[in-house]
């Protein structure tokens, strides 16, 4: 005898339930089944089999203090584990020899739904670097567009969304004219802060937006003029010490609830969980040699956490 199809729907849903259980997830009950699910964090990374102190841009990079390209190998897997675990899909753009900073995608362009705003990088020592990603974003269903003229802009190292503005930063590697051109080419609201720290030479190296309204930041990489602009448009501001900015706190991933961040930010950890969020350190110290940590050697493909345009 044929079994009804309600009672058919129902052993489906079962079936469904028991895979899910099976590799550790829980979708609820048989209703969630037919609700919209949430779309899978994406994040693009490119592993560093040609990763290493080739030149000095930064004032974190030096010749003499090599990066252990085993050691990076390790620390970068142990970062892509890490993301992985908390739900991300990752895609890989193919390393390139004698293009050492590859690995730090987050510098590739600006991702807006489905455009990026390609980087034009200040140092020659990158310049090679652009192409590969214009061409990874193309093949991958993005509409990729360059700045107009001769302006240095840095992708979302110098930029980054928090609610519907995007905050931007500029001096040491973009120019404050082409970030203007980013927020006229999508339309949005841009407050563009000048940098003053050469350690901090990315905007994501001391400012992480967590969610609309609510970010980390270095007080001390802005001039008085960036920290009141940051504290007038994000309500719930969150500062990070010298110690810890040090060690690359700010310069975190968000996924839902989840921040990973470098080791040796405890303070910080601590003020994220008071605050409902889910902290998680890796080892990323041969990357700090570079000028760089977990934000850093990742893309967001599908738009960071705190977008507004979400």
Known sequence: MSQSPARETDRLREGFRDIWHRIGFWIGPPSALEAPLKPTPHILMCPPDYFGIEYEINPWMNRARQADRAEAVRQWQGLRSLLDSVGVRISLLEPVPGLPDLVFTANAALIFKQKAILARFRYSQRQG??????????????????????????????????????????????????????GAML???????????????????????????????????????????????????????????????????????????????????????????????????????AGGSAKCLTLRLDGEESAGWK
């Open 129 to 182: 670097e652009e192409p590969y990603y214009e061409a990874w974003l193309a093949a991958n269903g993005f509409c990729a567009l360059p700045l107009p003229g001769e302006l240095y802009f840095e992708g979302a190292g110098d930029a980054l969304f928090c609610g519907e503005t995007l905050f931007s930063g500029y001096r040491f590697r973009s120019d404050a004219r082409a970030l203007q051109q980013v």
């Open 187 to 289: 339309g949005c609201r841009v407050i563009p802060m000048e940098l003053v720290d050469g350690y901090y030479y990315h905007l994501d190296t001391c400012f992480c937006p967590l969610a609309a309204g609510e970010a980390i930041y270095f007080p001390g990489a802005f001039d008085e003029y960036g920290r009141k602009v940051l504290a007038e448009h994000v309500p719930r501001l969150l500062p990070v010490s010298e110690n810890e900015a040090r060690c690359f706190a700010c310069n975190a991933v968000v996924v839902g609830r989840h921040v990973v961040t470098n080791t040796g930010c405890p303070q910080l950890h601590a003020l994220l969980r008071g605050r409902g969020y889910e902290p998680h350190e890796t080892p990323l110290d041969e990357f700090v040699k």
